[in-house]
Structure formats: structure tokens, C-alpha cells
């Protein structure tokens, strides 16, 4: 069980293979580095993949208290996944993120563009937060609506409502659940499932009311134009949390980006379908290189164009 001490946190981790290709997987809510476990096993010989626990999950602990769990925005968890890079001493990689990681892994790559090769974002929050999240009639998005993250009775509550919950064991009842919603056509080994959901159930009080606040205060639509990395935005059709609208608006600002869908997946395509996950990040990885020097000559010549002008 390997952990990286950072100045900022320590940081729990697994890896797998080796090689001058380097992966790095950034998990969402509720999860830990698991939801990576079999794309760490599926990656192929000449690669190096290092999935990452979060502040607040998995084996990485939350930091020093925090009362308005600032520590858990979006730009804070990515200064932690910068100070775990260069703690390992990556000097490019390819990033991927799921779900809330997808916002952090977002949010790094527009903080350090330099460092990353390409960007896989896998059913990430629209780059307007939990704003584009409330949107649609799904049930997740009718729950969104019902919360006021910036109602700091209504998170006290839901904070101390949650650690009971979790204190007594009985939230496990409700992620069981949830879990089955977010990955509808996985076939997962019994002890994997009950791993994630182990996982899941301790993330702490603290960083469940951070994260949904993080999300709340997170939009970085007007950065997305200026960000030159070649970017998957992939989604699975039956996902019940995240709305596609949100994503191909995404897709449209990025100059690299592209929308994939699954139509046989849900919110979860690495679990439901490792396999072919794992083909894609290679896929994306390979074809990287051209498409980078693709937008800096765009770039390039924008900026020659404008610097014509009278």
C-alpha cells in the first residue's frame, strides 16, 4: 500500500506496469483508486498507470479541519494531485478523471497544460458545475434542485445527518443503491463490489459536504477556448447523473474536444467495460501527439494573425 508525502497531504496510491507511457486516473464521489482496479490490471506492456486516492477517500486522509471544507474544492484537490505529480516526479502523462475527478482533472490540466500529453474526462460535471448537473428530469438532477449548498444550516444538517448515517453503518443501505445506478451493466467480481461500496460508505462527513459544495462554486466555461490539450469527453447513455447536453457544450469549447458515447453504458464505462476502456486510453495516448501540435499551430497562427493587425 503504497502513500506519497506531499507538502500538502499524504497521499495513498496504486500502480501497475512500467514504461515511458504514464497514466494517471483520478477517481469521483464516493469511490477510492479502486473504480480503477481493472484498468490497472487491463493496462498494456510498455505503460505505467497510477490511480490515486482523493483527499477524504480511500486511504488519503482529509488534511486539518476545515470548517467551510475548502480544502475539498476543485482547485484545492487539483494543487493536490500537482504536488502528488511532481512528488513522483512525472514530467508529462496522460490524465484521466471520472466523474468528480473528471472536474479535477479538468481544472489541472487548465493550471498546468504543459505537463499534460492528453486528457480523458469520463462522465465529468459540464464545465458549469452543479448548475448544468440540475438540469433534466432525471432523479439526481430533482435531488440537485432540492439542495442549497451555500445554506449553511441545511449543510450543518446534512453533515451531521450523514455522519450518523455512517456511524451506524445504515448508509450503506442508500450507496448500495446508488452504486447499482451508476454502473447498470457491470459484471463485477462479488469482493470487488463490496470493496467499492466499503470504499463508498467511510468517505468522510467532511468531504461529502466539500464536494458537493466544490461543484457548486466550480465553472470554468469561459477558460475551456484557451486549453490546448487534446481532450475524450466520454459518456455512457444511461447515465443517470450527468447530462449530455452539458457535455457536448463542453466539447464545443475545447478546441481538442471530442464527445465519445457508449450507448450500452452508464456512468461508469471504465467498470462496465474495462476492456474497451483501457483500448481507448491507449488510442487517445497514441494519437496525442499529432493533434497537440495540431493546436499550437492553431494557435500559433492566431496569435501571427493578431499580431499582423495595425
Known amino acids: 500500500m503504497p502513500f506519497l508525502d506531499t507538502p500538502r497531504l499524504r497521499i495513498h496510491y496504486e500502480e501497475s506496469g512500467s514504461g515511458p507511457e504514464v497514466f494517471v486516473l483520478v477517481h469521483g464521489n464516493f469511490a477510492s483508486w ?11 506492456r510498455g505503460s505505467r498507470a497510477v490511480a490515486v486516492d482523493l483527499r477524504g477517500c480511500g486511504d488519503t486522509a482529509g488534511g486539518a479541519p476545515d470548517v ?26 496522460h490524465l484521466a478523471g471520472h466523474s468528480l475527478g473528471g472536474a479535477v482533472a479538468l481544472q489541472y490540466a487548465l493550471d498546468h497544460e504543459s505537463l499534460v500529453h492528453s486528457l480523458i474526462l469520463v ?10 448537473m440540475r438540469e433534466g428530469t432525471s ?12 445554506h449553511s444550516a441545511s449543510m450543518t444538517a446534512l453533515r451531521s445527518s450523514y455522519g450518523l448515517h455512517r456511524s451506524l453503518g445504515t448508509n450503506r443501505f442508500m450507496l448500495r443503491r446508488a452504486l447499482r445506478e451508476m454502473m447498470p451493466s457491470a459484471s ?10 466499503a470504499d463508498a460508505a467511510r468517505m468522510s462527513p467532511d468531504a461529502m459536504v466539500g464536494f458537493l459544495k466544490a461543484l457548486h462554486r466550480w465553472n470554468v466555461e469561459a477558460e475551456l477556448p484557451g486549453l490546448r490539450v487534446p481532450t475524450v469527453i466520454l459518456w455512457g447513455a444511461h447515465d443517470v447523473l450527468v447530462p449530455r447536453a452539458g457535455l457536448e457544450k463542453m466539447a464545443r469549447l475545447l478546441p481538442g474536444g471530442e464527445l ?27 494519437g496525442s501527439l499529432g493533434k497537440r501540435l495540431r493546436l499550437l499551430l492553431r494557435r500559433a497562427m492566431r496569435w501571427c494573425g493578431a499580431a499582423s493587425l495595425p
Open 34 to 44: 479502486r473504480w480503477w482496479k481493472l484498468v490497472l490490471e487491463g493496462i498494456p
Open 68 to 93: 467551510d471544507q475548502a480544502s475539498y474544492g476543485i482547485p484545492s484537490l487539483a494543487e493536490d494531485l500537482a504536488g502528488f505529480v511532481d512528488g513522483l516526479g512525472l514530467e508529462g502523462f
Open 123 to 132: 462522465a465529468p460535471p459540464p464545465p458549469a458545475g452543479l448548475a448544468a
Open 139 to 150: 432523479s439526481s438532477a430533482r435531488l440537485l434542485r432540492a439542495v442549497d449548498p451555500e
Open 188 to 197: 463485477l467480481d462479488p469482493a470487488l463490489a463490496e470493496s467499492l461500496l
Open 260 to 286: 465519445v458515447v457508449w450507448n450500452d453504458t452508464g456512468h461508469s464505462p471504465q467498470l462496465e467495460r474495462p476492456a474497451r476502456f483501457a483500448a481507448l486510453l491507449i488510442r487517445s495516448a497514441r
